[in-house]
């Protein structure tokens, strides 16, 4: 394959990776809002930051994240004085681009130009890394880190010296500061370390595993210097328990039912499994094959039919673990030693760890890169195998090429077995709308008590209401001694504390009226499981509706029947 001669156009080639990824992420504009829990709490706190030093973060912050991604949606949105929610959707839309660019070139430093621009282009198609990065959560900007951080950790494995090291702890501690689980990074390193002692063990003895280990040491030691001043806010702010609390609430999140979880992660991969799925993996085999020699005609069928019955059976999701699985073979025998021990590690990290915490779809974003990797070299070990050799007489290379794209396009429109309903470009915009209808039925002066919508509470702010969020229980309301407004959502009727709590407020609510906020995929699996989402989408009813009541002072009588008293 010519991979040497194309050196000087990687740059262009992880460019145009990257705009594929960017229209992917930008389609449907109008489509973009906020609705997940986790949106509104990052929203909140950008805000904050944005009316620094004036204002706060949202209550319970540091459960949520570190402040890399909230602190850089504020600045960003103070700077171009745009709102916070807007920044976070173009910013993440950029960010999934960017990774997929990314993602793209350290495969083509990895294992060639072929396997590079494979591994990209299934990013840039992947149905969950495009949902996500049409979101305002942390998860893309940590993908991002994620990847970066361990390609550094690639070069620091691979040759000794400091520079990466200093690159590698820097790239470590802003993921960290991203998400809590950044020092996974150093987890997966350790793993790649093993890895290259036991192919190395009899050729150059321990001296360079302690070399390694030192090093890698390091890349954690500065990672960790980077994220001890949010440690350090974090004990001053999480009030009389200290950590404890913290942990306590994370513990909560990790549960014993392995197997259930694992399973539910692939119910969401098979629900967002469609057209898009089948997309990138057509793109990667006929990006594959037109980068390749002149086929063996033989070979290149079978190969071909092979990816069209896998796509058949299994959608585009049973086409992706193929040739992942053909590269995880691959790379038992890859001589990129330090690169094949980080994907390993990487994969099996994220297969052992995901299903341990409570099932959320956007846990398995930063685990994409990798299996879009391991695949890209699995696409490039089979077309290898389908080359054909000088001696030998095939069909001519155009005509093997239309024959190529004839399939993939078979690939993209055959039926499957596999029929997701899933649509990363879901209208999310439901909270918003939902708010706006809100704001005509309520009035400035009167205050509003949100439980558990954080995203509504956002936009209801934008709309000039005054808004409390009830994030640790309904007590404030036991002291309201004036007329008031209170917005319940799904949340505040699925979590027993809170619904119990809202029973008890019975006698004081007046229900005026419900408001549909329609989710988008992302809320979706997260609040149902893949078989509930499937019927929601099939069939949606009241269960995200936002229900307005009036809170009437203790004691005072309840409002006639029909009437809103507003």
């Known amino acids: 394959m010519p991979r040497d001669g194309m050196a000087g156009s990687r740059m262009l080639i992880c460019l145009a990776i990257g705009v594929v990824a960017l229209v992917l992420r930008a389609w449907h504009p109008d489509h973009l809002g906020i609705g997940h829990y986790d949106e509104g709490v990052y929203a909140f706190s950008a805000q904050g930051v944005v009316t620094w030093p004036e204002g706060d973060l949202f209550p319970g912050q540091i459960r949520f994240s570190p402040p890399a991604w909230f602190a850089s949606v504020g600045v960003a949105a103070r700077a171009l004085d745009i709102a916070p929610d807007q920044v976070a959707l173009g910013l993440n839309i950029v960010i999934g681009a960017v990774t997929a660019a990314v993602v793209?070139?350290?495969?083509?430093?990895?294992?060639?130009?072929?396997?590079?621009?494979?591994?990209?282009?299934?990013?840039?198609?992947?149905?969950?890394?495009?949902?996500?990065?049409?979101?305002?959560?942390?998860?893309?900007?940590?993908?991002?880190?994620?990847?970066?951080?361990l390609a550094a950790v690639v070069h620091v494995l691979h040759q000794p010296g400091w520079r990466w090291v200093l690159v590698a702890g820097l790239l470590t501690g802003a993921a960290w500061n991203t998400k809590y689980h950044g020092w996974f990074v150093g987890l997966i390193g350790l793993g790649a370390i093993c890895w290259i002692w036991w192919h190395e063990r009899r050729e150059r003895g321990s001296q360079r595993l302690v070399s390694r280990v030192l090093r890698l040491l390091a890349v954690g030691a500065i990672g960790f210097a980077t994220y001890l001043p949010w440690a350090a806010y974090m004990r001053s702010a999480s009030g009389s328990r200290g950590f404890a609390g913290i942990v306590d609430y994370y513990l909560a999140l990790i549960g014993k039912g392995w197997v259930d979880n694992a399973v539910r992660h692939a119910e969401m991969q098979l629900y967002l499994d469609g057209t898009l799925a089948r997309a990138g993996i057509a793109l990667a085999v006929g990006a594959a094959l037109a980068l390749a020699a002149p086929l063996r005609v033989n070979r290149l069928m079978v190969l071909l039919v092979g990816c069209l019955?896998?796509?058949?059976?299994?959608?585009?999701?049973?086409?992706?673990?193929?040739?992942?699985?053909?590269?995880?073979?691959?790379?038992?025998?890859?001589?990129?030693?330090?690169?094949?021990?980080?994907?390993?590690?990487?994969?099996?990290?994220?297969?052992?760890a995901a299903p341990l915490y409570h099932p959320y779809a956007r846990l398995l974003l930063p685990m994409i890169p990798a299996m879009a990797l391991v695949a890209g070299r699995g696409v490039v070990a089979l077309v290898q195998w389908a080359e054909m050799p000088e001696a030998a007489r095939g069909m001519p290379r155009p005509a093997a090429l239309a024959m190529s794209g004839a399939i993939l396009l078979a690939m993209m429109v055959t039926p499957s077995?596999?029929?997701?309903?899933?649509?990363?470009?879901?209208?999310?915009?439901?909270?918003?709308?939902?708010?706006?209808?809100?704001?005509?039925?309520?009035?400035?002066?009167?205050?509003i008590y949100m439980i558990g919508e954080p995203s509504l509470s956002y936009y209801l702010r934008r709309h000039g209401r005054e808004v409390t969020d009830l994030v640790d229980g309904l007590s404030l309301l036991d002291t309201v001694s004036a007329p008031a407004f209170v917005v319940a959502g799904v949340y505040a009727r699925r979590a027993p504390p809170l619904r119990t709590e809202l029973g008890a407020l019975a006698e004081r609510l007046d229900s005026l009226d419900a408001?549909?906020?329609?989710?988008?995929?992302?809320?979706?699996?997260?609040?149902?499981?893949?078989?509930?989402?499937?019927?929601?989408?099939?069939a949606p009813d009241t269960t995200f509706d936002m229900v307005l009541y009036r809170l009437r002072p203790s004691g005072a009588p309840a409002a006639a029947p029909g009437g809103s008293d507003q």
């Open 515 to 538: 408001y549909p906020a329609a989710p988008n995929d992302l809320r979706l699996l997260d609040d149902m499981s893949p078989v509930r989402a499937r019927r929601f989408v099939a």
């Open 417 to 447: 077995l596999v029929r997701g309903v899933g649509d990363p470009w879901r209208d999310a915009t439901g909270s918003e709308l939902a708010a706006a209808r809100l704001a005509t039925v309520t009035t400035p002066d009167t205050p």
């Open 309 to 352: 019955l896998a796509i058949g059976i299994g959608g585009g999701l049973g086409a992706l673990l193929l040739f992942t699985g053909v590269g995880l073979v691959a790379l038992l025998t890859d001589p990129s030693r330090a690169a094949a021990g980080v994907l390993l590690a990487w994969v099996g990290l994220w297969v052992v």
């Open 104 to 149: 793209a070139a350290a495969g083509m430093a990895w294992f060639g130009v072929t396997a590079g621009v494979a591994a990209g282009l299934l990013v840039a198609a992947n149905p969950l890394s495009v949902m996500l990065s049409r979101s305002g959560l942390t998860d893309p900007l940590f993908t991002l880190f994620f990847v970066l951080a």
